[in-house]
């Protein structure tokens, strides 16, 4: 990584000045991994919403950095998650989400294992000369409820949430008060021909929300629009009035607004006008050019109802393709001649709706994750 520029401390510090990292480290695979070591394997990161593993034996699945990782609620009620991958050989044990039997069984060699991890049968174990079997458990990983989602840690001597992301769950209960509530009403699943950061950056601006996506910002008012930092979160905030190209609410409903969170290293959590249901952004990240997303939209109720049905279709066929040809066309433009190699960040100086204070704000986290590289 030699030809790779070393950021120092202060990268960005100053938003006014700003031009954002240098574009190879959005393209180098030597970058990407690096950033799966230093920033994933140590970071707290958002699988799904509580509601997904609310009952005994439920479970998801999901793939991170190349980990395959299970979320599970045991019979005893206790949140677990560990690696899906037998002790045995190595064969991945379960997939997709659903719900598990009372035993988790491997469909290689038929090792079962109970909901806490602990190895219940092997076949054959009791004619192996020293097999053993307190050391051929599942591994675990750390795992937290907070604010009503899902994170794993896969440092075993991680802090809590918290002190990862102080404030957030206070802030988001209160854009979102039935947030434990909500169930999964829709996803859309990507995988999206772009560095996980491009996405990222995307996301902490709305300077490209009047051009790029007229039914949001016919909703929102961009000109009523804040950026807050909190260190490894930020916060997104407008007024919104109901619109006939996005958002349809209750005009009674006293300050109508939109929350839009970004939380250190890559889960975007919105809370549309109306404060009843929530959008997700889930960044799973393949490899330096490749973003395995999900697209999650929540609410209160199961059976959907006609103008939901019809919300969901917006954001499926409308809003969510317009950012995904954006982050894809910036990631071909990275690796362009024409490109300088790094941009202005169009930061103001009021910290207006329209300003990129934001990504100054995150590529100075980033430039600090690299300091060691």
Known sequence: MNDIQR?????????????????????????????????FANSWICLGHRSEVAESNDYITREVIGESIIVVRGRD???????????????????????AKNVITCPYHAWTFKLDGELAHARNCDNVANFDKDNSSLVQLKVEEYAGFIFINMNPDAGPVEE???????????????????????????????????????????YHCAPAHPGFADSVDVGQYSHTLHGNWSLQYGLAKPSEKSFKFDESIKDASFSGFWAWPCTMFNVPPGGNFMTVIYE????????????????????????????I?????????????????????????????????????????????????????????HLDR
């Open 313 to 369: 279709e917006w954001y499926r066929d409308v809003f969510r393709p317009e950012d995904l040809r954006l982050v894809e066309s910036v990631q071909k433009g990275l690796k362009s001649r024409g490109y300088r190699g790094q941009g202005r960040i169009m930061a103001d100086r009021q910290r207006s709706g329209m300003s990129e204070h934001g990504i100054a704000h995150f590529h100075n986290l980033i430039a600090v994750a």
């Open 164 to 206: 990862q992301l102080p404030g957030l769950q206070a802030r988001m209960r209160q854009a979102c008060a039935v947030i434990d509530d909500l169930h999964l009403a829709a996803r859309f699943v990507t995988e999206t021909p772009a560095n996980w950061k491009s996405i990222v950056d995307n996301y902490m601006e709305c």
């Open 77 to 99: 009620g206790v949140l677990r998650a560990f690696y899906n991958v037998c002790p045995h050989r190595g064969h991945q044990l379960l997939q997709g989400s659903g719900k």
């Open 284 to 311: 799973f990240p393949v490899d330096a050019e490749t973003t395995l997303q999900h697209y999650d939209i929540y609410f209160l109720n199961k059976d959907i109802t006609p103008e939901q049905q019809a919300l």
């Open 7 to 39: 950021l120092p401390a202060d990268f960005c510090a100053s938003a006014d000045e700003a031009y954002t990292i240098p574009a190879n480290f959005y393209t180098r695979p030597e970058v990407f991994e690096y950033e799966q070591d230093k920033i």
